[in-house]
């Protein structure tokens, strides 16, 4: 089983000002995930529509983590300046008070 994969990390503001709040979104994707398509027709009387068709991925659902680390180590602080919070409706997405 593969690691899971960060794709992007996107904020909103990369110069905020003290006392703002700033949102950080992350993505990623599972690598073992496996594509399935599905067709659907509409039928009356035996006949047939056209096909649609859509493709879902099967794979594990990702968390995520946004820490604030130390600018020379990467390591996480053990006192962070800023307040991260994370968003209960979208996954990846956090906000991050200055």
Known sequence: MSAPVL?????????????????VSLSGHDPDARTVRLRGQAL?????????YTDITVGVELSY???EVDVMSNEPLANPTVEITPDVVNPGVFHVTV
């Open 65 to 67: 983590e946004l820490v």
């Open 44 to 52: 009356a009387n035996s006949e047939g529509s056209n096909f649609l």
């Open 7 to 23: 794709d992007s990390v996107v904020v909103s503001d990369s110069n905020p000002q003290d006392g703002e709040t700033v949102d």
